[in-house]
């Protein structure tokens, strides 16, 4: 086991690939697809000639231009072949070739290389790509990029130091206006996760290992509505001390935690934030100590010793609340919240829902205006009085005090 180090120091080389026809006849068609997307030219004479002009037409027409995916290659007419080579050195492209009635073969003549490549040995410290080995991503600004999927390979940690200002993966969405399909994500199964990179996109998944991941910062993110790093991952353990952090947080994806702590490192309210999107797993533990956490997945306990929990969608099935916030959006019932001198706000949706236990202590606060919420077992103030606690139920309502 070896500790090895990102550089990015691999020359950028164009990818270049080269489509051949054969056995052509006319009314034959001839395929070439990218990202889902065909570009179709049907022969009108049986030449190998006809197919490669008639291609290189339609990929390289500026009155109908194909889609952008094919644009970001210069397609070439050989006669007897067609070639497309990237327009920018060191990015790959994938495209593929399919025929009716006759044969168009693809070969890939030379391999896009470049300092973003993350298979590419000379872009690590030993010359070679990492394997079962410590990973250190720091004192660089060069970006990981591509081919990323990597999930073949279990380095017992990987550590990304606050002097890393690269980006780690790809938006969703490319420069060039297509939903992007390479790899959006470094896939890794690593043990441990150490986190405070201050590029402005981090995007990790760590598979289907069991990896406890901490987060001590994160850049400002360059994707809006999203947070700076995104994660991914099965049997994830994750403590968020400072930054912008998102789980399963696009559409589409999902992950697992088994257990996440929220905290702060100088600031109690503004230094950490957690979104768990719908595609996150039920959370059997959350515990904050400050920060922010957005839910869009039920959390099956929590325990609030500062910061403010939203609850947008699923549930909580039980909160102690100690001196925290839970803001609660969801018509899912609660089962069970119990506050020391935490805020319990249902102010923001006036949608009905159900709290099936709701016990407060002194210093807590109950923000319902609209009475949205149907306790069921009824309010109960454990060792203090209604004047120990805020109480915001709205205006005209009757308090019927019965026996414990």
Request: charged share 15%; aromatic share 6%.
């Amino acid at each position: 086991m070896a500790t090895v180090r990102w550089i990015g120091a691999a020359p950028a080389i164009t990818q270049l690939d080269t489509f051949t026809p054969s056995a052509v006849d006319v009314s034959d068609t001839f395929t070439i697809t990218c990202n889902g997307k065909d570009v179709v030219f049907t022969a009108t004479a049986g030449t190998v000639a006809n197919v490669t002009a008639g291609l290189v037409a339609l990929l390289s027409s500026t009155t109908s231009p194909p889609p952008p995916e094919f644009q970001e290659v210069t397609w070439t007419d050989n006669v007897t072949t067609l070639s497309c080579v990237a327009k920018t050195a060191g990015k790959p492209y994938t495209f593929t070739s399919s025929s009716v009635g006759g044969g168009l073969a693809r070969a890939a003549t030379r391999a896009n290389s470049g300092p973003n490549d993350v298979s590419i040995g000379a872009n690590w410290s030993t010359g070679t790509v990492p394997a079962s080995d410590d990973i250190v991503i720091d004192s660089s600004a060069i970006s990981m990029l591509y081919s990323l999927a990597q999930q073949a390979v279990t380095p017992t940690s990987v550590t990304v130091g606050p002097n890393y200002s690269g980006q780690i993966g790809l938006p969703a969405i490319s420069g060039s206006g297509y939903a992007e399909y390479r790899e959006q994500y470094l896939r890794y199964a690593p043990t441990t996760v150490t986190y405070a990179g201050k590029g402005n996109r981090a995007r990790i998944s760590t598979e289907g290992a069991t990896c406890a991941l901490t987060v001590n910062d994160t850049g400002s993110s360059a994707d809006p509505g999203l947070p700076c790093l995104l994660l991914k991952g099965t049997v994830l353990t994750l403590r968020v001390n400072k930054g912008t952090v998102g789980v399963a947080a696009q559409p589409t994806e999902t992950a697992t935690l088994v257990a996440a702590t929220v905290s702060y490192i100088v600031n109690q309210d503004r230094d950490a934030s957690l979104l768990m999107g719908s595609g996150c797993a039920t959370l059997p533990s959350l515990t904050m100590a400050g920060g922010d956490v957005t839910a869009y997945n039920t959390i099956s306990a929590s325990l609030l010793q500062g910061g403010t929990l939203n609850q947008i969608t699923g549930a909580q099935t039980a909160c102690v609340n100690e001196r925290g916030t839970l803001v609660y959006r969801s018509i899912t019932t609660m089962a069970s919240y119990k506050s020391g001198q935490g805020t319990l706000d249902l102010s923001q949706d006036g949608r009905a829902r159900t709290i099936t236990v709701c016990e407060l202590g002194k210093g807590s606060s109950l923000l319902d205006p609209l009475r949205s919420a149907t306790f069921t077992n009824k309010v109960k103030l454990v060792h203090c009085a209604i004047g120990d606690i805020d109480l915001d139920l709205g205006s005209d309502i009757s308090l019927v005090p019965t026996a414990n």
